[in-house]
């Protein structure tokens, strides 16, 4: 694998996890439990979305085939996306909603973090700015997911079931394979191992304060990130997300 | 206008107080919370306000039916900022209403059983990309042309919001006509989608004026207390007067063949409404009506165990600082 192509691959992973995770999330607009979080549901979709028009502005630059930020989204088929399998898992009720929120934003933020150090500026720069944002909503999801595990009796157990189900995707987000070494290697991408240990901290003192408890399982389902194997439910996002540039080609909108 | 046949109500106060408070509205002060009100004014705000306010509320899903399918990222973005612009608008509003002794909670259960109405409008459907230019560009159109003025209406907090709003709003109808100038000047096949969302949207649009109020006792009796500024008649010409010259611009034909200029008034002769369709849709037998009611129950019944696990949280929380003192 040349540079430019782990390079290209790796900025991939990158936007397609803010462009699913953030059509997943907008998916709530207008339905969410209470007004305030309606608003903020959209704010970190708006966030995430943004994320991704840089993203996927460079993954098109580095590839240098003409292909735009629009072009990637809309126009590759599911085994072309190298989003992790955790943000492409359905809503679920609320709460799943904010456990995959806050297990992704545990994981974003640290992860951010460390790119904002890269040896290639503009992702720095992209880190740098998503950073910001991530910051913020790792303080909402995890606030949310206390109060919420904490809260009533049906609350946590609702809490502890999200856990429990979203907890073999974690994995995957630690797992480095060819793509992460040479990304690393070349001073841009962190060490997948230090960084799950900060995760870790992270995560055990959010669930502590939530009263949940940790799965025992350390299985970890993969497929996601290289495009292996990702779940049934992305070809459906996908047959929504892009239908419009699929039914007719070549239009301006 | 999101606000459609709000019947004002009567007031039994002293005639020296009524004549004292109009003396205040006349002279262009603005009421506040803390000050003496008829119970009528009261009253009449409230389903004003509240009625706004759903209306923001139910509104937000016709839009929000095609977030998923924007055809780009940018249009996106832009409408997900702008579905989310119609819910902050909705929270305002809800805070002015409560000024007047009404809570967020109560409002919400007289929509969800159908005691309060919200605009009409909300209860069509978006059907395609299109909608969301004309959405953005005739209903926010419309909705601006009530609330501009609205922004000097007697009560300071449905003042306040109203401008704040307003801001936002001419925005909304920016980006919706530039959607349908991209349809317009696009594929036959957007063309034709830009030319269906018009022949749907137009007469569903001229009846969110609501019917002509001449003849409204209640009408007058708002206008007097400026909780409402102008005519339903005044502003549904406006709009149309507004409205027709940027159909001309896109090419697009306005589905109404009696439409003329007329010089001696100033404005053009056009084709009322089906006034029987309007009212059809407010007694709930709209094509959406119970789609959007539903789709508001759901999340208002789902949602129930998130509201009472974060409120439960919050006592837990504030019980545990007070046994810490």
């Given at each position: 694998?040349?540079?430019?192509?782990?390079?290209?691959?790796?900025?991939?992973?990158?936007?397609?996890?803010?462009?699913?995770?953030g059509?997943?999330?907008?998916?709530?607009?207008?339905?969410?439990?209470?007004?305030?979080?309606?608003?903020?549901?959209?704010?970190?979709?708006?966030?995430?979305?943004g994320?991704?028009?840089?993203?996927?502005?460079?993954?098109?630059?580095?590839?240098?085939?003409?292909?735009?930020a629009?072009?990637?989204?809309?126009l590759?088929?599911?085994?072309?996306?190298?989003?992790?399998?955790?943000?492409?898992?359905?809503?679920?009720d609320?709460?799943?909603?904010?456990?995959?929120?806050?297990?992704?934003?545990?994981?974003?933020?640290?992860?951010?973090?460390?790119?904002?150090?890269?040896?290639?500026?503009?992702?720095?720069?992209i880190?740098?700015?998503?950073?910001?944002?991530?910051?913020?909503h790792?303080?909402?999801?995890?606030?949310?997911?206390?109060?919420?595990?904490?809260?009533t009796?049906?609350?946590?157990r609702?809490?502890?079931?999200?856990?429990?189900?979203?907890?073999?995707?974690?994995?995957?987000?630690?797992?480095?394979?060819?793509?992460?070494?040479?990304?690393?290697?070349?001073?841009?991408?962190?060490?997948?191992?230090?960084?799950?240990?900060?995760?870790?901290?992270?995560?055990?003192?959010?669930?502590?304060?939530?009263?949940?408890?940790?799965?025992?399982?350390?299985?970890?389902?993969?497929?996601?990130?290289?495009?292996?194997?990702?779940?049934e439910?992305?070809?459906?996002?996908?047959?929504?997300?892009?239908?419009?540039?699929?039914?007719?080609?070549?239009?301006?909108? | 206008?999101?606000?459609?046949?709000v019947?004002?109500e009567?007031?039994?106060?002293?005639?020296?107080?009524?004549?004292?408070?109009?003396?205040?509205?006349?002279?262009?002060?603005?009421?506040?919370?803390?000050?003496?009100?008829?119970?009528g004014?009261?009253?009449?705000?409230?389903?004003?306000?509240?009625?706004?306010?759903h209306?923001?509320?139910?509104?937000?899903?016709?839009?929000?039916?095609?977030?998923?399918?924007?055809?780009?990222?940018?249009?996106?973005?832009?409408?997900?900022?702008?579905?989310?612009?119609?819910a902050?608008h909705?929270?305002?509003?809800?805070?002015?209403?409560?000024?007047?002794?009404?809570?967020?909670?109560?409002?919400?259960?007289?929509?969800?059983?159908?005691?309060?109405?919200?605009?009409?409008?909300?209860?069509?459907?978006?059907?395609?990309?299109?909608?969301?230019?004309?959405?953005?560009?005739?209903?926010?159109?419309?909705?601006?042309?009530n609330?501009?003025?609205?922004?000097?209406?007697s009560?300071?907090?449905?003042?306040?919001?109203m401008?704040?709003?307003?801001?936002?709003?001419?925005?909304?109808?920016r980006?919706?006509?530039?959607?349908?100038?991209?349809?317009?000047?696009?594929?036959?096949?957007?063309?034709?989608?830009?030319?269906?969302?018009?022949?749907?949207?137009?007469?569903?649009?001229?009846m969110?004026?609501?019917?002509?109020?001449?003849?409204?006792?209640?009408?007058?009796?708002?206008?007097?207390?400026?909780?409402?500024?102008?005519?339903?008649?005044?502003?549904?010409q406006k709009?149309?007067?507004?409205?027709?010259?940027?159909?001309?611009?896109l090419?697009?034909?306005?589905?109404?063949?009696?439409?003329?200029?007329?010089?001696?008034?100033?404005?053009?002769?056009?084709?009322?409404?089906?006034?029987?369709?309007?009212?059809?849709?407010?007694?709930?037998?709209?094509?959406?009506?119970?789609?959007?009611?539903a789709?508001?129950n759901?999340?208002?019944?789902?949602?129930?165990?998130?509201?009472?696990?974060?409120?439960?949280?919050a006592?837990?929380?504030?019980?545990?600082?007070?046994?810490?003192?």
């Amino acid at each position: 694998m040349t540079d430019q192509s782990a390079l290209f691959e790796y900025l991939l992973r990158l936007g397609d996890n803010t462009l699913v995770l953030g059509h997943r999330v907008s998916e709530w607009c207008g339905h969410a439990p209470v007004l305030e979080e309606d608003i903020a549901l959209a704010n970190s979709a708006l966030d995430l979305i943004g994320q991704t028009q840089m993203w996927l502005g460079l993954a098109g630059e580095v590839e240098g085939a003409g292909r735009s930020a629009d072009d990637l989204a809309m126009l590759r088929d599911v085994w072309d996306f190298r989003n992790l399998l955790l943000v492409e898992q359905p809503n679920g009720d609320f709460g799943q909603t904010l456990m995959r929120q806050c297990l992704f934003d545990a994981f974003h933020l640290e992860l951010l973090t460390d790119l904002t150090r890269a040896s290639d500026d503009r992702i720095a720069a992209i880190a740098a700015k998503a950073l910001k944002e991530v910051t913020y909503h790792l303080d909402r999801s995890s606030e949310t997911v206390i109060g919420l595990s904490d809260g009533t009796e049906e609350s946590h157990r609702r809490m502890q079931a999200a856990l429990d189900l979203l907890w073999p995707y974690v994995g995957e987000m630690f797992t480095p394979d060819a793509v992460d070494n040479a990304m690393h290697a070349a001073g841009i991408a962190p060490d997948l191992t230090a960084l799950r240990t900060r995760f870790d901290t992270r995560i055990d003192a959010i669930l502590a304060e939530a009263t949940l408890t940790k799965p025992d399982s350390t299985y970890a389902q993969s497929g996601g990130k290289t495009g292996f194997r990702h779940s049934e439910h992305l070809g459906h996002m996908l047959t929504q997300m892009q239908w419009l540039q699929r039914a007719y080609p070549g239009a301006t909108w | 206008m999101y606000a459609q046949m709000v019947k004002s109500e009567s007031t039994q106060d002293a005639p020296e107080k009524l004549a004292a408070f109009q003396a205040r509205i006349d002279a262009g002060e603005k009421i506040e919370p803390k000050d003496w009100m008829p119970e009528g004014y009261r009253k009449t705000l409230i389903r004003q306000i509240g009625q706004h306010a759903h209306s923001e509320i139910v509104g937000q899903l016709p839009e929000g039916n095609w977030i998923t399918r924007a055809p780009t990222l940018e249009r996106k973005a832009i409408l997900l900022a702008k579905v989310q612009d119609e819910a902050g608008h909705g929270l305002y509003l809800y805070c002015a209403a409560e000024t007047l002794a009404v809570s967020r909670d109560e409002l919400t259960e007289m929509l969800l059983d159908g005691r309060m109405k919200y605009s009409s409008i909300f209860n069509y459907p978006t059907l395609t990309w299109a909608d969301m230019g004309a959405v953005g560009w005739l209903v926010d159109g419309a909705a601006i042309m009530n609330q501009v003025p609205l922004q000097r209406t007697s009560y300071g907090p449905y003042s306040r919001a109203m401008i704040r709003i307003c801001k936002e709003e001419s925005f909304h109808q920016r980006q919706g006509y530039h959607i349908m100038m991209k349809m317009a000047q696009g594929t036959p096949a957007q063309k034709k989608m830009a030319q269906d969302a018009l022949n749907r949207f137009w007469y569903p649009s001229l009846m969110m004026f609501g019917p002509s109020d001449k003849d409204s006792v209640h009408s007058a009796q708002s206008m007097k207390w400026k909780i409402k500024m102008n005519t339903n008649d005044e502003l549904r010409q406006k709009f149309v007067d507004q409205t027709v010259p940027q159909a001309e611009f896109l090419g697009l034909t306005v589905p109404d063949d009696t439409l003329r200029w007329n010089e001696d008034k100033g404005g053009y002769d056009f084709a009322e409404p089906d006034w029987s369709e309007f009212f059809d849709v407010i007694q709930g037998n709209g094509p959406c009506n119970t789609e959007r009611l539903a789709a508001r129950n759901k999340a208002w019944d789902e949602g129930a165990w998130v509201r009472e696990g974060l409120m439960a949280h919050a006592a837990k929380k504030r019980a545990a600082k007070l046994a810490a003192e």
